[in-house]
């Protein structure tokens, strides 16, 4: 048989949907450290809308979804223990920290329990990773800002949940811009939570003692508490990088349609989370082909393109995606 017709038969079997093991009667656990934004809901909305599907086609036997109560990493440990005596076949995180989950983590693992985490991801080894380059959204976030503000200037930056692997990323991310864009000087920053209500009054508490300020970049979820903050005070209108929201592209729209206003949006697609539930799924059913760490490209929307978007979108919701098992199955074969 020819190298070719091997490779395309190859491809055929990485996405075929074909079981190797019955995973009707196993259960997955989702265990979630946050849900205090417009993102984290629309989050768990996608995960809900796929994973009742599953369970409702026989694919698994429960998907049930557990959120703490707070944002502390003691709390989500605990969880995580607890789901190990309940007896899940599968955890998928949404980690409040990349390594202090690890122990119990380790102890799933140990009990034979797959785990998987996405988003806020952990960095025990035996789980998997269904990852962004966030780093690098940061780093892309200062060149945007470059395009807008040729001149350079002061910038605010708006850091997401504290200890999280993302807040981590994107921070350094945009550092890393700042250096190579020395025309750009981060005078302060304030802590958001991708939340725009607590993004706006962090912002308005800062704002009285910052020189002029040119732009913003932030992690998502804040752009327009902070534009909202900038009006209050009757400061001067800076570059907003944007996070997806739908109050968000709805502002730019608006400022856009008024003088031309100019900027740039990305964030996680919030549907990620279902990609999440289908390797844990995979993992389940046998596949051991799969890698410990997936890359998946984040959303980003332009100047000519945000608006085509924005009518998708529901009123306080965020711009996302929701993966079929079968484009789950394209995006693990695209990883290997």
């Not at 040729?150 to 807040?167: C, F, V």
Request: aromatic share 8%.
């Amino acid at each position: 048989m020819k190298k070719s017709l091997v490779l395309s038969a190859l491809a055929v079997i990485l996405v075929s949907s074909t079981a190797y093991a019955d995973t009707s009667g196993m259960r997955i656990a989702f265990s979630n450290n946050y849900a205090g934004n417009s993102w984290r809901q629309a989050m768990l909305k996608s995960y809900a809308a796929v994973t009742e599907k599953a369970v409702k086609d026989g694919i698994v036997a429960a998907a049930d979804i557990f959120t703490t109560a707070d944002k502390e990493v003691p709390t989500q440990a605990a969880q995580i223990q607890n789901l190990i005596l309940q007896g899940y076949n599968a955890i998928v995180i949404n980690a409040g920290s990349p390594d202090a989950l690890n122990g119990a983590v380790k102890q799933a693992c140990d009990a034979g329990i797959v785990v998987v985490s996405f988003d806020g991801i952990v960095t025990e080894p035996c789980a998997y990773r269904v990852v962004v380059d966030f780093k690098s959204m940061g780093l892309e976030e200062v060149e945007q800002m470059a395009k807008f503000q040729p001149k350079g200037g002061n910038l605010l930056e708006i850091r997401g949940l504290a200890g999280t692997s993302i807040d981590e990323a994107i921070h350094q991310g945009i550092l890393d811009g700042v250096a190579k864009h020395p025309e750009f000087k981060i005078v302060g920053s304030v802590t958001g939570d991708w939340d725009q209500t607590t993004a706006q009054k962090a912002v308005a508490t800062i704002l009285p003692s910052l020189p002029d300020v040119v732009g913003i970049v932030d992690q998502g979820g804040d752009g327009y508490g902070a534009a909202q903050a900038f009006a209050a005070a009757g400061k001067p209108r800076p570059t907003i990088i944007m996070g997806n929201r739908q109050d968000e592209l709805q502002w730019w729209k608006e400022q856009k349609a008024k003088d031309g206003y100019q900027t740039w949006s990305a964030s996680i697609a919030p549907g990620v989370s279902s990609l999440a539930f289908w390797v844990a799924q995979q993992v389940l059913d046998g596949r051991t082909d799969i890698p410990h760490d997936l890359l998946v490209p984040y959303l980003a929307f332009t100047q000519d393109d945000f608006e085509t978007v924005l009518p998708t979108i529901e009123t306080g919701s965020v711009a996302s995606h929701e993966y079929t098992q079968e484009e789950s199955l394209a995006a693990i074969k695209a990883n290997m």
